[in-house]
């Protein structure tokens, strides 16, 4: 088990409830599974983001076979960004006979129709990271509105400092610009609502754009027009809902000859923006804990796969536009910028000093005190 891993296994024994192995306990449903015999199927929406095959995939597979004694299995899918693809995927394993699903949606109102086929089939599901419609047992994610309240609140902060603000917001003159991400994704709208409910009122958004498939080169383009529409030296900020997408933005900032590049949020705290913080290219990211998030899903697949309650692993509940009252898991979430790097990343063994501090960041490193 590789460092992350360990460290990963720490964490979610942390913040979850281990799951009885016997399938014994007070919350047990009629009909309990004792075997430790399970098949699951892991649907993971895309291969871009770092994050869902670097730490996802391998978190739940490492959590789930804790919880069955290394006899369960992982049946794996990744659909690329193509939502047909992921029905099929999900019928796929409905027809090879898995017994639960955990089901990171693509297109949360497309997979509906696949997910009443599981339920049709009593195979549980629960939804993973980003809420889907139809007969869902369990939802795990983070707080996603308080995503995007984190996201506005440090670009306010930035705009405060940069324009050299005693109080007040301190954006100074010129517009943002908001970049958020697929309207097929429901976390996107909740990272857009809790953005605004900070920003609306104390920043002028110049423009602002829905990203097709929260891709890098779509937020590029995105970000190349409003270039020409509001021009390079008049954007004071960007929000970015998320890290792959900040990428793109900055690098249509910089080649439209900005060098000294605006503030821009992000999400994920993947290497490449951590390290793009510590060259001061993008102010902040998001950095959620995927390794309590990953196994909290996990726990939920083998109580649903066992026929038991999710009530000592569901922290809340949530409604969907389906369905009412779902057994919920919420992780928090935490602002990274460069101040707390060591604290958050290097810590959690999500990422090494050496891994971050490659050439052509290493003097910004020693800098802020990563190096020494």
Same mark, same amino acid.
């Given at each position: 088990?590789?460092?992350?891993?360990?460290?990963?296994?720490?964490?979610?024994?942390?913040?979850?409830?281990? +799951?009885?192995?016997?399938?014994?306990?007070?919350?047990?449903?009629?009909?309990?599974?004792?075997?430790?015999?399970?098949?699951?199927?892991?649907?993971?929406?895309?291969?871009?983001?770092?994050?869902?095959?670097?730490?996802?995939?391998?978190?739940?597979?490492?959590?789930?076979?804790?919880?069955?004694?290394?006899?369960?299995?992982?049946?794996?899918?990744?659909?690329?960004?193509?939502?047909?693809?992921?029905?099929?995927?999900?019928?796929?394993? +409905?027809?090879?006979?898995?017994?639960?699903?955990?089901?990171?949606?693509?297109?949360?109102?497309?997979?509906?129709?696949?997910?009443?086929?599981?339920? $049709?089939?009593?195979?549980?599901?629960?939804?993973?990271?980003?809420?889907?419609?139809?007969?869902?047992?369990?939802?795990?994610?983070?707080?996603?509105?308080?995503?995007?309240?984190?996201?506005?609140?440090?670009?306010?902060?930035?705009?405060?400092?940069?324009?050299?603000?005693?109080?007040?917001?301190?954006?100074?003159?010129?517009? +943002?610009?908001?970049?958020?991400?697929?309207?097929?994704?429901?976390?996107?709208?909740?990272?857009?609502?809790?953005?605004?409910?900070?920003?609306?009122?104390?920043?002028?958004?110049?423009? $602002?754009? &829905?990203? $097709?498939?929260?891709?890098?080169?779509?937020?590029?383009?995105?970000?190349?027009?409003?270039?020409?529409?509001?021009?390079? &030296?008049?954007?004071?900020?960007?929000?970015?809902?998320?890290?792959?997408?900040?990428?793109?933005?900055?690098?249509?900032?910089?080649?439209?000859?900005?060098?000294?590049?605006?503030?821009?949020?992000?999400?994920?705290?993947?290497?490449?923006?951590?390290?793009?913080?510590?060259?001061?290219?993008?102010?902040?990211?998001?950095?959620?804990?995927?390794?309590?998030?990953?196994?909290?899903?996990?726990?939920?697949?083998?109580?649903?796969?066992?026929?038991?309650?999710?009530?000592?692993?569901?922290?809340?509940?949530?409604?969907?536009?389906?369905?009412?009252?779902?057994?919920?898991?919420?992780?928090?979430?935490?602002?990274?910028?460069?101040?707390?790097?060591?604290?958050?990343?290097?810590?959690?063994?999500?990422?090494?000093?050496?891994?971050?501090?490659?050439?052509?960041?290493?003097?910004?490193?020693?800098?802020?005190?990563?190096?020494?």
């Amino acid at each position: 088990m590789n460092a992350f891993l360990r460290r990963a296994a720490v964490a979610a024994a942390a913040t979850t409830v281990l +799951i009885p192995l016997s399938g014994c306990g007070t919350d047990a449903e009629p009909g309990v599974r004792l075997s430790d015999d399970i098949v699951v199927g892991l649907l993971l929406p895309e291969n871009q983001a770092a994050r869902y095959e670097q730490f996802d995939k391998p978190v739940i597979e490492e959590r789930i076979a804790r919880l069955t004694n290394n006899k369960g299995t992982v049946l794996y899918a990744n659909a690329r960004h193509d939502a047909d693809l992921q029905t099929q995927q999900l019928e796929s394993m +409905i027809e090879d006979g898995v017994d639960v699903l955990i089901v990171d949606a693509v297109d949360s109102k497309a997979i509906a129709g696949a997910i009443e086929k599981a339920d $049709e089939a009593a195979i549980p599901v629960v939804a993973f990271d980003r809420l889907a419609e139809g007969p869902i047992d369990g939802y795990v994610s983070f707080d996603n509105e308080q995503v995007g309240h984190i996201q506005g609140q440090a670009l306010l902060e930035a705009l405060k400092n940069r324009a050299g603000a005693d109080s007040g917001s301190g954006a100074g003159s010129g517009r +943002i610009v908001m970049m958020n991400g697929a309207l097929t994704d429901p976390n996107a709208a909740m990272f857009k609502k809790g953005a605004h409910t900070e920003l609306d009122g104390k920043v002028e958004i110049g423009l $602002e754009y &829905d990203t $097709e498939d929260w891709k890098p080169e779509n937020a590029k383009a995105n970000m190349e027009a409003a270039i020409a529409s509001l021009g390079k &030296d008049a954007i004071t900020g960007v929000y970015s809902a998320n890290d792959g997408m900040a990428g793109g933005i900055i690098a249509a900032l910089k080649s439209a000859g900005v060098t000294d590049l605006p503030p821009v949020t992000g999400q994920d705290a993947e290497l490449a923006a951590v390290q793009r913080i510590v060259a001061g290219d993008q102010y902040m990211t998001v950095y959620k804990q995927y390794a309590p998030e990953a196994a909290a899903a996990a726990e939920m697949a083998i109580l649903l796969a066992r026929h038991m309650s999710l009530g000592a692993a569901a922290h809340t509940d949530i409604d969907t536009p389906t369905e009412e009252s779902v057994p919920t898991v919420r992780i928090p979430v935490i602002a990274l910028t460069k101040e707390n790097i060591e604290e958050t990343v290097v810590k959690d063994g999500l990422y090494t000093v050496d891994q971050i501090c490659v050439p052509e960041v290493r003097a910004a490193c020693k800098e802020i005190g990563l190096t020494s």
